[in-house]
């Protein structure tokens, strides 16, 4: 048996193609997948859990890759909401465009965004490490709890709104932040860590340029006098 | 008329004197504690249970039970089945129950290991389900539930796809009843080790999760989002909507229209082991309201027969049960019914030889047993909502799991001698058909004739059937 398996979507369904990866890849000795004409179809390659690598040829719909571990999933194309949605591990890459939510609660891997991300890029990020080669949009790291968000564009309003423990680094403008959100001195870790994550999602960039955006902590416990004024 | 002149007129009371006292009805003792203390601590008020207000209950509502017009069936000799088929829409694996009463979700975080642990067990024995919560599945709750759903929640605390694919049905949590529109919230005193871990949290802060799933937010996106939890679990677990009960009729339809398998309703008199007093009391309709709205939404879509409906919020007895089934549930859901019979607000916790009163511990809460909603300390007296080592002792998994067990025995029991009583042999047989209401609010919620009448408040004859 072939070592490269090919799914055309223009054939199969995708509950084909997600029954495929759930009962048979696993186990065999199937190490890449070739998805063809996804044309905007959604929930591609959920919840796979083994080390595969999937190439989807064309643009995709919301929430592929979700719940994703081990598996290496590369889109050619944009993809909808949602992308690598509570990835626990693996790596997810975009070779063009995420909409809204990319990388949503993630809890680890590498999610790498070649163009621009939308709105909520890394909102809840539980952990992943998340890098966007372009632009994000406005209340990116929304409720990000930990993990690392390397953004080598510009960010929307309100970036890392209510932070906990994840770390935004930006290589551009920052149109505002969010509640909770500060800007902190770039340290010689935060430059290595930004220079790591750069090489993991092969983008290139000035490492020492870029600023740090964290969690002020001040709303980690009930501020009664703070009018809404954080 | 002239007053006789040897009469006198009564004499007027001294200025203060206690019996002529006028209190405002506005600004009752209630309201002006409220106000006192506002003044004080500048912080709205933040508590546990749900909605104590009076508000329209099944208790408005009496069976007409058999009599020359209706066969009854023999109390205790002919059969009268309760078992319960969920999901059975999209799912290739339903969830099958002995009773129509599950456990609610309630988070560990907010209860204890050894109360989740208890309710596990006393639900396996009883063929019922529990339900995990805000901040993840724990592997005691796994293994002491032979029935686990597993919550899909906007704060996604430690969710991750090997617990979905072990559990038995997934829940997306939209809102619960103590709290439509807010989100969870845990103190900083129950963020322990433990807890702060399985969320990926700090320990020890204040804890409020989102109101808004982050990958989903209008009904298009959910019905997609529920797409993509049955292509992981490969179209074999139910999927539930759970929504905290207000807009239910247009909420029940864009559920079903979304691909849910199961609705559930959350109605005000829902419990929660934290939130703002101002969500409990004033936010939401009563689950006697909650549910004929749901029916009807069900079935103007012809839905009633294919989408179970779960019904949730102040549910107590058997007669409560039945009296949701009657209307149209197919289950009931039971949260802090179910932490009363593991020993919530009792004045003793048992260590397993002997009752150890614990009042002085519920007075340093500030309250006493009986009246106790102080969850969100995380000092509970009985070692139900805590996450305190010492104060976790105190509840016994396996004693209290068979009070829970006792509890729902009897709430079954009940259901089906009304059941019986009503002539049938199948709980689920129950109808609308078979009520009566006490008071015109209940007739007018619960959609049923007001007692000795064929009047439904609301309600056309051509649209009862029935002439007034």
Known sequence: MSDTVSFDLAQVSVRELNRYFHSELPGSEVTRISVQNPNGRHSIGVGLDCPVEVEIHGH??????????????????????????????????????????????????????????????????????????????????????????????????????????????????????????????????????????????????????????????????????????? | MNVPSEQTPPPVPPAGDPEHLEASASFDADVMAYIRRATQCGLYDIRGMGAKRRLPTFDDLVFLTASA??????????????????????????????????????????LSASAKDA????????????????????????????????????????????????????????????KPGGGGMLLGQKVSPRVAGMRTLPEGIDQRSACRHPDWTGPDDLAIKIEELREITDWEKPIYVKMGATRVFDDVKLAVKAGADVVVIDGMQGGTAATQQVYIEHTGIPTLAALPQAVEALEEMDMAQEVGLIISGGIR???????????????????????????????????????????????????????????????????????????????LPEQAARWVCNYLQVLNMEVTTLARACGKSDVHHLEREDLAALTVEAAAMARVPLAGTSWIPGCDASDTGSGS
């Open chain 2, 69 to 110: 017009s209706r066969y009854p069936l023999e109390g205790y000799r002919e059969q009268c089945t309760s078992r319960t088929v969920l999901g059975a829409r999209f799912a290739k694996q339903p969830i099958e129950l002995e009773i129509p009463v599950t456990i609610a979700g309630m988070s560990f975080g907010s």
């Open chain 2, 317 to 395: 007895t058997g007669a409560d049960v039945a009296k949701a089934l009657a209307l149209g549930a197919d289950a009931v859901s039971i949260g802090q019914a179910a932490l009363i019979a593991l020993g919530c607000n009792n004045r003793c916790h048992h260590d397993g030889t002997d009752w150890i009163d614990v009042t002085d511990d519920y007075r340093q809460l500030g309250t006493g047993p009986g009246f106790c909603h102080h969850c969100h300390t995380g000092r509970c007296p009985v070692g139900i909502t805590t996450q305190d080592e010492l104060l976790e002792q105190r509840l």
């Open chain 1, 60 to 230: 995709a719909g919301y929430f592929i890759a979700g719940m994703n571990k081990q598996a290496k999933v590369t889109v050619h194309g944009n993809v909808g909401w949602s992308v690598g949605e509570n990835m626990m591990s693996g790596e997810v890459r975009v070779n063009g465009h995420a909409s809204e939510s990319a990388g949503a609660s993630a809890h680890g891997g590498l999610l790498a965004i070649d163009g621009d991300a939308s709105s909520r890029c890394g909102i809840s990020l539980k952990g992943g490490n998340l890098v966007v080669a372009g632009d994000v949009g406005h209340f990116s790291a929304f409720m990000a709890q930990a993990g690392t968000m390397v953004v080598c564009g510009n960010a929307g309003a309100n970036l890392g709104d209510s932070l906990y423990e994840a770390v935004v680094y930006v290589g551009g403008a920052i149109d505002s932040l969010g509640a909770d959100a500060r800007e902190e001195p770039m340290e010689a870790t935060d430059v290595e860590a930004v220079r790591g994550l750069l090489a993991e999602a092969g983008f290139e960039g000035d490492a020492g340029s870029f600023r740090r955006v964290a969690s002020a902590r001040s709303l980690y416990h009930w501020n009664a006098e703070a009018h809404q004024e954080y």
């Open chain 2, 119 to 178: 309710l596990g067990r006393a639900a396996s024995e009883m063929g019922t389900s529990t339900t995990t919560g805000d901040g993840g599945m724990t592997p005691e709750e796994r293994r002491s539930s032979k029935t686990l759903v597993y919550q899909c929640l906007p704060s996604r605390y430690g969710f991750n796809p090997d617990d979905l694919r072990q559990a038995d049905a997934i829940e997306i949590v939209i809102g619960q009843g103590a």
